[in-house]
């Protein structure tokens, strides 16, 4: 679809991150805002009751839930590089998908899609073994579940050459460099927090396929998910302002999946 004519997008979080009685982010509050619900899968945050509340409270707002896959490390919170055997790494992002759907049956829904986390997510854009056994998880699976990424990865192109749906994101809070990648949260400019900029640049992302860089190129984005954290400093108001703003530009707020 031509980016000027694509007046629907879907809104993702990444929710489901606490662990025991330590609580991260505003779920509930989030869920007003998004349609899709990138849950945490226990590798890098969430447990086994937190998963299917999260899942149960995605059901109740009638949210998408996808799978949030993570290298096995807990400690760092999923945004340390792993240099992980391939076989290894297929097998517990099969094992974090299949957790998460036994919890999403439970909670009277499905897992539809699947969004790496963290440093998993960035190794992929480049990291082609590491993009493979993330897509081979996916095909192992078998449940035909779509794959949301940033656009021009080596996981994209693995996975639609493997029959994957892809869908590819942009994200509402994060600085991107003119290459198109994130700009590295040791940075300066990784993370947006004035809203109303935060709210044009969305605006403008799902109404002209455009967004600007850290150095003001701009650069021409095919996204049909946006994203936005839960976890940040003013999260919940900075969501609820851009699916307003969203809404107000005439864009229909709906699940990719």
């Known amino acids: 679809m031509n980016a000027e004519h694509k007046l629907t997008i879907d809104i993702n979080s990444d929710v489901g991150e606490s662990f025991g009685n330590y609580t991260m982010g505003d779920d509930a509050a989030i869920f007003s805002s998004v349609s899709s619900a990138n849950v945490a899968c226990g590798f890098h945050a ?20 996808g799978a949030h896959v993570s290298y096995n490390d807990f400690a760092g919170f999923g ?16 094992y974090q998908i299949g957790a998460l759907d036994a919890m999403a049956t439970a909670a009277g829904t499905r897992v539809a899609y699947v969004k790496p986390h963290g440093a998993l997510y960035n190794t992929i854009v480049n990291h082609r073994e590491h993009a493979e056994a993330v897509v081979d998880a996916l095909v192992t699976h078998g449940h ?24 590819y994101e942009a994200f509402a809070d994060r600085g991107y460099t003119p290459e198109g990648t994130l700009v590295s949260r040791r940075q300066p400019g990784a993370v947006l927090h004035d809203e109303q900029e935060v709210v044009h640049r969305m605006v403008r992302l799902a109404t002209e ?8 190129t701009e650069i021409q984005v095919n996204a049909g998910s946006i994203c936005v954290h839960s976890d940040t400093p003013g999260a919940v108001s900075m969501a609820a302002a851009v699916r307003r703003g969203l809404e107000e530009a005439g864009v229909t707020i709906e699940s990719f999946a």
Do not use: W
């Open 46 to 65: 969430g447990d086994p009751s937190i998963m299917l509340n999260t899942c149960q409270l995605a059901a109740a707002r009638g949210l998408t839930v």
């Open 79 to 94: 945004r340390r590089f792993l240099d992980e055997d391939p076989h290894q790494l297929r097998n517990d992002v099969l």
């Open 209 to 216: 396929g455009i967004i600007e860089a850290v150095d003001g």
């Open 144 to 167: 035909g579940l779509t794959l949301l990424l940033l656009p021009g990865s080596i996981a994209a192109s693995l996975a639609e050459s493997a029959g994957l749906p892809v869908v």
